[in-house]
């Protein structure tokens, strides 16, 4: 209760001062609409009401409002679905029913994450960081015919910022609880045609105490980096510009604790994550033609160490692991406007080569696709079409121990519908396959493991599949956005490993059936009653009427058949912003590994609600010298006692307060 006073004076101290500051106020405010919101769903920039898959946007100013550091925090305030979240820098997301893969080649994950339109290489969102992101495009359904391997419950889209305007600096501060410290710089600006936006943050933390006030021995880090740097050159009225991107994530002893029934009190990991991407964008002189090139490359690695002073799990032997997977791809493509049709071609090229301590030691996999988009409008542009087909060749290879090589090749559709009903008022169909291509240990693996059993590789596997029908409709006018959908999901042919004898393989044995809805709803009560300051309530949900297994006829574990996100934020336009947001994860089913029985029983786990609450104001303007900033967050705001993964609770109360100077 303590906690909560505190917390609560914070919040009534810091806005008061902004609210009366908001009611001088005459600026005009600023307006978006579905039209002024560009995205790339559609692999070339589009408004959203023109997109016939359920989108979700998390623009500037949500990002900037988020105690979020990395993408996986971000994501868990948004109550689009699940998080697996462990200690020690480990993050997943689910999507309808579907999750990435945290370690290894991305395209067995069942959710894809882009970096500016390509491949991120990892599945782990906690390697992701915020700091120099312009905003998040999320494509909630399948995304393969765009994509490839992976969209299958969705696509997450990190967009870098590009610099713009006048050269600017900030410098930022940040002490938490916990002992967190982080320091931090963000430049950006654009001078004589060249660009560039970059970042670099430094954090540390200590262990961290649970919501029923245990410490978590082991849950702090010596440090983190993080890197991220996007700059071009423009030329030719600015519809040519080469571009260079680098990034680079790197965490030092990363306190890897185990379960907190069973603490470790010394097993660390070192986590690194970097890439490189060469950019080419151009148009013609009327704009009807368009091209992008690109080549990336980047590496996702992580080593754990496991000394045996502290032994609680009784697996320790102070020798190291590690994973390592370096990633090499290009993207070429083409789009025109003929009038009311837009073309789309491409090719898409991916090599991943995966290196382990542990058996297969080491493969290869390879995807080379091509692809065709179309949208059509019709009925004076309030019917529009939008349809795509993408053809993917790979070739996978078990390198060490030697097995075998394999390939294999999909055919991925898609179609979508749009009518609009009024410039407000859109209603959206879409039907989307999606596959996940089988790895190459599952393809063709010829080993023995440490304990003597045989694995043996499938050729015959078939990729795992979804076939996705879906329909919506989206509303917005003056400040209010609303929106609610529908989405069914046939889903077949689950890669699991099976005994055949006496040797380990793999079949496609699984199908499963996941439906359900989802909606959104946000207005700015300052546009509807033209105050000159914005408060803004907001919600959105993701409920699951329906996710089973249908080989056994029984709900599917590890999914929560709701998640919401639900709050209000307020801005006077003059320097003050504060945020107050709920996020919600419903109860699953899980198998309890934590109790060491096998096999593990099944229990419910979950169902609870995390409060955050942040604050801003500008404190001191130097005029043409800058300004400085102060925030506030207080994250877990009622200290709730809580975790995304049975064993693992998350953080009770901590506060953080930032100065961030601007020039």
Known sequence: MRKEKIAALIFLAAAAPGLSLAAENTDARPATSLDEVVVTAARVDEPVREVSAAMTVIGPEEIALS??????????????????????????????GF?????????????????????????????IMTRNVER??????????????SAMGGVINVITRQGSGAPSAELLGTLGSFGYDESGVLVSGKQAGIDFSGSFARSNMDDYDTGSG?????????????????????????????????????????????????????????????????????????????????????????????????????WDDGVPDWNSTDQHGAQAQVS??????????GLDWVRYETKSSMDPAETDSEDLAGFVLARAKFLEERLLVDGGLRYDAYDVEVVEPAGRSEEDTNI??????????????????????????????????DFFSDWGLHYVGNPNLDPESSRTYEAGIDFSRNGMNAGLGYFYTRYKDKIESVAAGFDQTWENVGKA?????????????????????????????????????????????????????????????????????????????????????FPAPIISAGGFTVADLTISKKILDLQEKGFFTLSGAVTNLFDTDYAYVKGYPMPGQALFVTLTYRY
Do not use: C
């Not at 979020?68 to 997943?92: Q, S």
């Not at 998040?136 to 391997?149: L, N, T």
């Open 67 to 96: 105690p979020a550091r990395d993408l996986g925090e971000l994501l868990a305030e948004k109550g689009l679905g699940a998080i697996k979240k462990y200690p020690g820098a480990l993050t997943a997301v689910d999507l309808r």
């Open 99 to 127: 999750k990435s893969e945290t370690y290894g080649n991305d395209l067995k994950s069942h959710v894809l994450i882009l970096l500016n339109g390509r491949r991120a290489g990892t599945g782990n969102l906690a390697k």
């Open 136 to 149: 998040v495009e999320i494509i909630r359904g399948p995304g393969a015919v765009q994509y490839g391997s």
């Open 214 to 314: 245990d410490t978590f021995h082991n849950t702090g880090y010596d440090h983190i980096d993080h890197y991220s740097v996007n700059t071009g050159y423009s030329f030719l009225d600015d519809r040519h510009r080469l571009g260079v991107l680098f990034t680079r994530y790197y965490g030092d002893e990363i306190g890897s604790p185990g379960y907190l029934s069973s603490n470790d009190l010394d097993n660390t990991k070192d986590s690194t994550a970097h890439s490189l991407d060469f950019t080419y964008d151009g148009a013609s002189v009327d704009k009807r033609y368009s091209w992008q090139m690109r080549y990336f490359s980047g590496e996702d690695k992580d080593i754990w160490f496991d000394p045996t002073a502290s032994n609680a799990s009784g």
């Open 336 to 345: 025109t406007e003929l009038g009311l049709l837009r073309l789309t071609g």
């Open 412 to 445: 991925t559709t898609s179609l979508g519908l749009i009518y609009l009903l009024t410039s407000e008022l859109k209603l959206r169909a879409h039907y989307g396959e999606a596959f996940i291509m089988p790895g190459a240990n599952e393809l063709a693996a």
């Open 513 to 597: 059936e996941i439906s359900g809805f989802e909606g959104e709803l946000s207005a700015d009560l300052g546009a509807r009653f033209g105050w000159a300051y914005e408060i803004r309530p907001y919600a959105n949900f993701s409920y699951l009427d329906r996710y089973e297994d249908l080989d056994n006829n029984r709900d599917l574990k590890y999914i929560s058949n709701w998640s919401a996100a639900y709050g209000i934020s307020a801005s006077d336009y003059q320097g003050f912003t504060a945020r107050l947001n709920f996020a919600y994860t419903g109860r699953k089913h899980i198998d309890d590994w934590e109790t060491g029985g």
